[in-house]
């Protein structure tokens, strides 16, 4: 055995040459020789953190505290150890062994602020948020002007449904910080949720100024979406920014993947869809009947889901679908994109986008040749170091009549929404079990409330005035939109009473309570999407205002599909006319609900066989031109 000294001496050497690897190695040579010499575990501990190899760091400090508790040089150069594993893991997307970090961490060193936060961002990637909550009030209680744990903590009350919570902690966070761009973002889209409109035309400017203007911003682009004002090319811009400042490293890691090199060409062309809602989700009731109709003879069809499994109905005939169903949930976005790439996938097809729950990431590694946005994101995913994100986009001449608002290529197909024909649809009920009055004109609007902007909503009011025997039926998402409505109401001397809110039940409960509506009055500039063909399939006339962004398209499109175009209306003032004129009149509504009947008897939207041959044309021309 090399002499103890000399192996010090190597190892001072070593130090001294900037070489901690090589030093290391001749300090653990020793502490073979006297596994009990504490000061040893201490010098390669330093050293392991140094290296950055923190999980070997953190169990060199663990045996001095084990062997001697009161030591607490060694408790907090064991915390520091544990921290940079912690903050590793959250990197890489090991979120459990970031956790148990954290949580040993606090163990040790429970009055530190940041080691609570850092617990509670990931217990919130866990899926945890009432667990996120305790640890970021905690840390709040040992730091109360951290204004990037006021943010988070307005992220999970989010996600609790805590959204009067949530918005006053967004508020304090700007007041500690008003430069913090993200949680603008968020007090924006949480008060559109809650229909609170005050001062949130001056805040969406400045949201759009930023987005402009300060390109390390991140704005949520799918909250930007549904802000009033907001243009297409502003659309494009806040994608844009979101993946430069999320996914700038992603390039680097890639080319050392090797993901790009060439292979033998499979048999079956394989398409995997990406998606976080493969479960009780309105994704479900657009995809699954298309994904039942493919072509199995030309396709081998994958789905690589990320969310949760539900155990519900949907859940099993998604599963049923596919060909091959891999969760890929406890997989970081790496390990995911390795998963991808070694089962072949030709096309992956993302349909979550940058909706909640996104995993974007797995795709800006570019596992598959070819990879398409569609569906779950109504809009561009932007750029990436001058290359579009997503190499192609699914759409229609009527969501996407300007190619120059998309960072991808436009693929078109005739309506670019599939739709389930096997909705379930309940049994049928009485207005009165609805609370609508039996013979009044019912106006209803079933889109979430984050839809309704105050220039909508004043136009619906005015038909309520005009319309006197008429009431407004929409969906019940919050007790505070539902207050905040009843207040405008008020405010123009009309009865709260008649505002009627629907409660959030079962799908076929949903469905069949469309035939008690008249007149389905759509949202600008987000419009009704799956809520949309909802209403057409329950044959309820839908009547949409057209502005230039998808989102603000996609009922036109829908409404197009079923040939029914004098129910696509360009400006508000012509929306709320015929409105007018269909409530005043209905004889006019009665022919358009027999048109509407007939046209869908005839209408492909609700025959996804007829989708499926018309998709898989685009992925055969795509597999030719790889």
């Known amino acids: 055995m090399q002499n103890v000294n000399q192996l010090l001496a190597n190892a001072q050497q070593a130090q ?105 961002n990931a217990q919130r990637e866990l899926g945890k948020p009432q667990a996120a909550l ?60 809650v229909c609170d409109w005050a001062e949130l035309d001056t805040q969406i400017q400045q949201l759009r100024n930023l987005v402009k203007n300060v390109p390390n911003a991140q704005i949520s682009p799918f909250a930007f979406l549904a802000m009033p004002g907001t243009t297409a090319a502003e659309q494009k811009q806040c994608a844009s920014n979101w993946v430069k400042n999320c996914y700038s490293a992603l390039p680097a890691t890639r080319s050392k993947l090797g993901f790009g090199k060439a292979r ?29 109709n493919h072509d199995r003879n030309q396709f081998e069809v994958a789905a690589y889901s990320y969310g949760q499994n539900d155990k519900t109905a949907t859940r099993r005939r998604l ?47 570019k596992p598959a040749p070819i990879s398409i946005n569609w569906l779950g994101y109504p809009g561009t995913m932007g750029e990436l170091e001058g290359r579009s994100l997503f190499d192609y986009i699914l ?13 991808e290529q436009l693929l078109y197909l005739p309506c670019y929404q599939p739709n389930d024909s096997k909705r379930p649809v309940g049994k049928l009920t009485t207005k009165t079990e609805h609370n609508l009055p039996e013979n009044a004109f019912v106006f209803c609007c079933f889109n979430q409330t984050f839809k309704i902007t105050a220039e909508v909503f004043a136009v619906w009011l005015r038909l309520l005035q ?71 399939f329950m044959r309820l006339p839908l009547l949409t205002c057209a502005g230039e962004t998808f989102a603000s398209r996609v009922a036109a499109s829908l409404l197009r599909s079923v040939n ?13 006319q015929k409105a007018l004129d269909f409530a005043q009149y209905p004889e006019k509504l009665a022919q358009l609900k027999q048109k509407l009947c007939s046209e869908l008897e005839k ?4 025959n996804p066989a007829l989708f499926a041959r018309e998709l898989e044309q685009h992925y055969l021309h795509l597999r030719q031109a790889m």
Do not use: M
Not at 33 to 55: A, D, K, M, S, T
Not at 334 to 360: C, H, M, P, W
């Open 16 to 120: 001294q040459q900037g070489n901690p690897d090589l030093a290391l190695q001749h300090y653990q040579q020793v502490l073979l020789q006297y596994p009990n010499e504490l000061n040893l575990h201490i010098v390669c501990g330093n050293l392991c953190v140094e290296l950055q190899r923190f999980e070997e760091s953190a169990g060199y400090f663990r045996r001095i505290l084990s062997a001697s508790n009161k030591n607490n040089d060694a408790r907090n150069a064991l915390c520091f150890a544990l921290q940079g594993l912690g903050n590793q893991a959250h990197h890489h997307g090991r979120f459990a062994q970031a956790e148990a970090c954290f949580e040993e961490a606090t163990q040790h060193q429970p009055g530190n602020a940041v080691y609570w936060y850092n617990l509670g």
């Open 134 to 193: 305790t640890s970021f009030k905690k840390s709040l209680a040992l730091n109360p002007n951290d204004a990037d744990t006021y943010n988070n903590l307005g992220n999970v009350q989010r996600e609790l449904g805590q959204l009067d919570k949530a918005i006053a902690s967004y508020e304090k966070a700007l007041q500690l910080n008003s430069g913090l761009h993200h949680a603008l973002a968020h007090l924006v889209h949480q008060k559109q949720h």
């Open 264 to 292: 033998k060409p499979n048999k079956k062309i394989n398409i995997g869809y990406l998606s976080a809602d493969f479960r009780l989700h309105p994704l479900a009731y657009l995809i699954t009947e298309l994904i039942e």
């Open 319 to 365: 599963e049923q679908a596919f060909v091959h169903f891999v969760d890929i949930r406890n997989l970081n976005d790496l390990e995911a994109a390795k998963r991808i790439n070694q089962d072949q996938v030709d096309i992956l097809v993302d349909l979550t986008g940058f909706t909640q729950s996104s995993r974007t990431g797995i795709v800006a590694l």
């Open 395 to 407: 759409a229609d001449k009527v969501t996407a009549p300007n190619a120059a608002d998309f960072s």
């Open 466 to 536: 005009q319309v006197p025997n008429s009431v407004l039926w929409l969906l019940e998402c919050n007790p505070w939109a539902k207050t905040n409505l009843w207040k405008e109401a008020e405010k123009v001397g009309i009865d709260k009473n008649r505002l009627i809110f629907a409660p959030r039940v079962a799908i076929a409960e949903h469905l069949v309570r469309h035939v008690h509506a008249d007149l389905f009055l759509d949202t600008l500039p987000y419009n009704a999407h799956t809520t949309a063909s909802d209403a057409l």
């Open 564 to 576: 029914l175009p004098e129910l696509v209306t360009n400006s508000l003032l012509a929306y709320e």
């Open 603 to 606: 209408s492909a939207l609700f």
